[in-house]
C-alpha cells in the first residue's frame, strides 16, 4: 500500500511541475514564435512521460490480476 502511496504523490507533484512550467513558458520574456516552440516541445514531453507512467501502471495492474488470479486457482484447487 505504501508504494501506491508513493506513486500516488509522485504523479502529483510531476503533475504540479508540469503546470508550473507551462506557467512559466507563458509569462517568460520570449517572442510568441518561440513560446509555442517551446510549449509544443514541452507537451510532447509531457505526453510522452505521460504515458509512459500509464505503461507501467497497466502493467502493474496486469501483474497484480495475474497474481490474484494465480492465487485464487490454488485455492479453489486445495479446497
Keep these: ?3 501506491n502511496s ?4 509522485t504523479g502529483l507533484f510531476l503533475t504540479g ?3 508550473g512550467a507551462a506557467l512559466a513558458l507563458l509569462y ?5 514564435v518561440q513560446t509555442r516552440k517551446e510549449i509544443r516541445k514541452f507537451s510532447k514531453k509531457t505526453f510522452d512521460n505521460g ?3 500509464m505503461m507501467e501502471v497497466f502493467d502493474n495492474v ?3 490480476v495475474e497474481d490474484s488470479k494465480s492465487r485464487l486457482q490454488k485455492i479453489i484447487k486445495s479446497a
Design 51 to 53: 504515458r509512459e507512467q
Design 6 to 9: 508513493t506513486k500516488q504523490l
Design 1 to 3: 500500500m505504501g508504494s
Design 17 to 19: 511541475a508540469a503546470v
Design 28 to 32: 517568460a520574456p520570449r517572442s510568441g
Design 62 to 64: 496486469k501483474d497484480y
